[in-house]
C-alpha cells in the first residue's frame, strides 16, 4: 500500500471515531439531562413511600399480588399526624353499641334459617399467605407504580378528588354533588332529625366492571357532620371499592376515608397519610376481599359497624358478622371538629364516577352491574340498616324514615324495603350497568 493511501486511511479513520466520539457524547448529554429530569421527581417519591412503609417484622407476599408489611403498632404511619403526636393509642377494648332486643331475636332467627336468602361471608385475601403477629397491623405496602399510576402530586396522592365545582344543596339532601361526574344510587336519613353517633350495615361484595382506567366502584356507609355549603364539612366512610388507579387491579378491597374540611386538604383513603389508627394484627385496610358473590349463585357480604367511643370520644371500626367481628381501629377524635361530638346525617349506598368516555355514559357498573328489581342474587343490597343513639345502643332505622336518591334511574337505580321473616329488616337494592339504551 502506498504512502498516500495509507494516510487517506488513516485520516478517514480519525474522522469515523471523532464522529463517534461527538454521537456517544451528545447521548451520554441527552442521557444526563434525562437523569436529571427523571431523579428528583424519583428521589420525592422514594422519599414519600420511605414514609408510609414503615419497617416491617414480617412481610407476606399475598396471592393476590399484594405485599403486606406487620408494622410495629406504635411504628405506624397513623401517628405521624401533627395532632397525633402526643396520642398514645388506644388498647382498651370500646365498649360495643348494645343491640336492641328485636335486632337480637331477628339475628338469631336469621343465624338459625335456611331460607331463600343464604349468605357467607366474605373476607381477605392475603389470610391465605400467613398473619401478622401480635402488636403488629398489616399495612399494603403502597409502591412507586401507584403513585405514578394516579398522575397527580404527592399531596393529593390518595385523596379524592376535591370537588371545586361544589354546587349549593338544600339542607336536607344528601352530601352528594351532581354534575361533577360522581353519581349515586343511596339511601340516607334526613338532616337534623336525630344526633347520630355510629351506623352500621351488612354489604354483599361484587366485582363490578369498570371501563376507565381513573374510574371506580364503591359501596359504603357516610357518617357527616358541619357545614354541607362549606369547607368544614366531617365525614367518616367505610366500605368496599374497584379501584384499577388506586390499586392497580379490578379486585374489591375493604376501605376507609376520612376528612373534616370537605375533601379539600384533610384525609384520604385507607393509611395513605396520617390519621386512621389500625389496632388489629387480622384485617389490612385497602386489602382485596374474597371470595365474592356470583350471579344466581352465592352471595357473601361483609358486616360494618362505625360508632363513638362514649367514653374516649373515637370514632372505631368493626368488620365481620357479630360472632366473629374484628376491632380494626379507630379515628381518633382529634382529628375532627364537628364529628368531635355527633354526627348529622349517614348514607349508605353506591358510587361510581362517570367521565362521559367518548360523549357516552360510563359503562362502569354499580354493585353487580344489575338493577335493583332484581333483588336477591342478581341485584346487589344493604340490609339491617341500623343507627347508635346517644345511650351507646343501635336502633333500626325505620322504612319511613329513609330517604332514597339516585341522579339517572336510567343508569343506576335504589329500592328500599322492611323484612323481618329472614331478619333483614329496613334493607334496599341498588346498582345497574351504566350505559345502556335508557342510559345513554
Known sequence: MSSCSALKLLLHLLLVSLLLA????????????????????????????DRLNKPALRTIQSMDGDTVDCVPRHEQHALDHPLLRNHKIQLARPRMPAPTSSRTASASSSSNSTGARARRTAWQTWHHAG??????????????????????????????????????????????VTGNGHEHAIAYTAVGQQQVYGAKATINVWDPAIE?????????????????NGSDLNSIEAGWQVSPELYGDSRPRLFTYWTSDAYEATGCYN???????????????GASISPVSSLAGEQYDMTLLVWKDP?????????????????????????????SGHATMVEWGGEVVNTSPGGAHTATQMGSGRFAGEGFGRASYFRNLETVDAGNSLAPVSLDALQTLAEDGGCYDIRKAYDDRDGWGTHFYYGGPGHNPACP
Open 22 to 49: 461527538c454521537t456517544c457524547a451528545a447521548a451520554s448529554s441527552s442521557a444526563t439531562e434525562d437523569a436529571q429530569y427523571l431523579s428528583p421527581k424519583m428521589a420525592r417519591i422514594q422519599r414519600h413511600l
Open 131 to 176: 398473619h401478622c403477629p401480635r402488636g403488629t397491623v398489616p399495612v399494603r405496602r403502597t409502591t412507586a407504580d401507584d403513585v405514578l399510576r394516579g398522575r397527580r402530586s404527592l399531596f393529593r396522592f390518595g385523596r379524592k378528588r376535591h370537588r371545586r365545582d361544589r354546587a349549593p344543596r338544600a339542607a336536607n339532601a344528601p352530601d352528594v
Open 212 to 228: 376507565e382506567s381513573n374510574g371506580f366502584s364503591l359501596s359504603q356507609l357516610w357518617l357527616l357532620s358541619g357545614s354541607f
Open 271 to 285: 393509611a395513605l397519610c396520617p390519621g386512621f389508627v389500625q389496632t388489629s394484627s387480622r384485617v389490612a385496610i
Open 311 to 339: 367514653k374516649l370520644g373515637n370514632w372505631w371500626l368493626s368488620y365481620g358478622d357479630d360472632a366473629a367481628s374484628q376491632l380494626v381501629g379507630y379515628w381518633p377524635a382529634e382529628l375532627f371538629t364537628h364529628l
